[in-house]
Each structure stands twice: as C-alpha cells, then as structure tokens.
C-alpha cells in the first residue's frame, strides 16, 4: 500500500474553492486509476490515465472535474468550484503496464471535505 | 457507474467462525482480486485470481474464481478480531481497445466479537 502515494491526505476547501489531490503511482507503473468513495459505500471508478494520455473517463463527472497525468511528475485529480457533495475519500491505484496479471494497488487516499 | 453484486452487505461473527462472501456478475471477467480496507486506509491486495476454477490460498483466506468467469467467492477461516474491516471484490476486463478496466463489488463489512 505504501507504494503509491497521494497527498494531502486531509485536505479542506469552502465551497467555490479548488482542490488538487496528488498521486505518484508505485515504481514502474505507467497506469493511474481513479477512485470515489462516499462513507459506508464502494469504490466508484472515475478515471483512467496513462502518462500523457487519458484513457478512460467515462467515470468522471462533466463539469467541473479534471485529470492529468503528466510526462513528469504526478497524476493531479483537480475539482473546481467544490461544493458540498464533493466531500469524499479519493483513490488513486497504480499498476504496471502491459500484462493481464497486473492488480491495481491502492494508495491511503485523500479525504477531501467540502465546508 | 457498474458495480458488481457483493454480499452479504454486513455480517456481525464471533472470533473463532469461518466467514463466507461472494461476488457475481452478469458479464465475464479475466481476473477476479479481494481486497481488504481497514479505517481510514487504501485497500490493500489479499488474492489476485486468473483462471477460471483457480482456487488460491493466502493464509486463513481462500478464494476461487468462478467456472463461468463471472462469480468469486472469499473464505476467512477461524476469523480473529483484526479481520474487521471492508472486504471488496473486483473484477478485471480487457477492452476491445486492449486497455483495461476493473470494477469493484459494494463491498462486504466484516465485524468479529471477540
């Protein structure tokens, strides 16, 4: 777990604010995934990214919501002008690129309050 | 978004019990992963499943990826307080664009009375 990185781990905006989660996926992982979780509830899927592309979206809400993973450094999952139904845990899971026999593998999360 | 069927949703046992939970699905998948959240944590990886029939053992836990590819279940022998916690399944697709995709079950919550 402690291979993938995210940061902040608490991070606390008012409305109309933007916030800006970070991941640095494990050594050697090209593909960052990420994931939703409201209290007492799963895992949603939002986004899909390998370095300088975005592969899957599909997850992600229209407005608002962003992501890049850039050449260099880490993947950024951005939210503009939050609003209180954005308070959540994100995710954000790595894997290595290439093979079927590849699990993601979850980092600690950033617990993002909306006030 | 899709989410995989996963039950029970809850289940409260005494320390000492086996437990038992499963996944299904109404489409195939390629590899069926468990994995456990404790509080305030990531998930983390418990058994990765590639075969169809594939029975896997990580301890007390064992898992089996379902003949027909769209089922798993999770067995927790002789359960002990620290087994507390979230348990997920989810389930690994290859896109017709070779990427790849992973859906997750809504998740098991695991309680043990000691």
């Known amino acids: 777990n402690a291979g993938v990185m995210q940061n902040p781990r608490h991070l606390v905006r008012r409305r109309g604010q933007e916030a800006r989660l970070r991941c640095s996926p494990m050594k050697g992982h090209s593909h960052v995934y990420w994931y939703r979780q409201l209290p007492e509830e799963g895992l949603k899927f939002m986004v899909y990214?390998?370095?300088?592309?975005?592969?899957?979206e599909s997850g992600m809400p229209k407005e608002r919501f962003s992501a890049e993973f850039p050449k260099e450094g880490p993947s950024i999952l951005r939210i503009q002008q939050v609003v209180r139904g954005d308070s959540a845990a994100y995710f954000c899971?790595?894997?290595?690129?290439?093979?079927?026999?590849?699990?993601?593998?979850f980092g600690n999360g950033t617990r993002l309050t909306v006030t | 978004g899709q989410q995989l069927n996963q039950s029970p949703q809850s289940m409260f046992i005494q320390e000492g019990e086996d437990v038992s939970m499963n996944c299904t699905s109404s489409?195939?998948?390629?590899?069926w992963l468990w994995y456990k959240q404790d509080p305030g944590e990531g998930p983390v990886l418990l058994i990765a499943?590639?075969?169809?029939?594939e029975l896997t053992s990580n301890g007390r836990l064992t898992a089996q990826f379902g003949i027909t590819r769209k089922d798993s279940f999770l067995n927790i022998s002789a359960s002990i307080p620290s087994d507390v916690g979230i348990y997920f399944c989810a389930g690994q697709r290859i896109n017709t664009s070779g990427t790849y995709k992973y859906i997750f079950g809504t998740g098991t919550r695991l309680k043990v009375l000691a």
């Open positions: 990214l390998q370095k300088e592309n975005i592969i899957d």
């Open positions: 489409s195939i998948f390629n590899t």
């Open positions: 499943l590639y075969k169809a029939g």
């Open positions: 899971a790595s894997s290595p690129p290439g093979t079927v026999d590849s699990p993601l593998h």
